[in-house]
């Protein structure tokens, strides 16, 4: 991804979003009022007074407290560092 040419004031991150899945692993279409809501996702801008999060955390966040937006043409969401309630980890 290019850089993101947006700055988070105080304790907000931005993070661009995983893609919402509209089929399941064998093909079959999903109706969009069973698809998930979008709670995870890659930080890729973090304010001056965030101390638990860094660009590239890949994250849980509470969806209804965020605020989603475009910016190049693509979606993302902003929102107070406290409102993350994972950072998640894959084992090596």
Do not use: C, W
């Not at 907000?12 to 692993?25: F, G, Q, S, W, Y």
């Not at 660009?55 to 406290?82: C, P």
């Amino acid at each position: 991804m290019k850089e993101l040419k947006i700055t988070p004031i105080g304790d907000r991150i931005v993070l661009k979003p995983d893609a919402i899945k509209e089929t399941t692993d064998s093909g079959i279409l999903i109706a969009s009022q069973h698809r998930e809501m979008q709670t995870r996702g890659v930080v890729v801008a973090v304010g001056k007074k965030a101390k638990h999060v860094s660009i590239g955390d890949y994250v849980m966040f509470q969806n209804h407290v965020a605020t989603k937006f475009l910016f190049d043409n693509e979606e993302f969401f902003i929102f107070r560092e406290l409102d993350v309630m994972a950072i998640l980890k894959e084992d090596k």
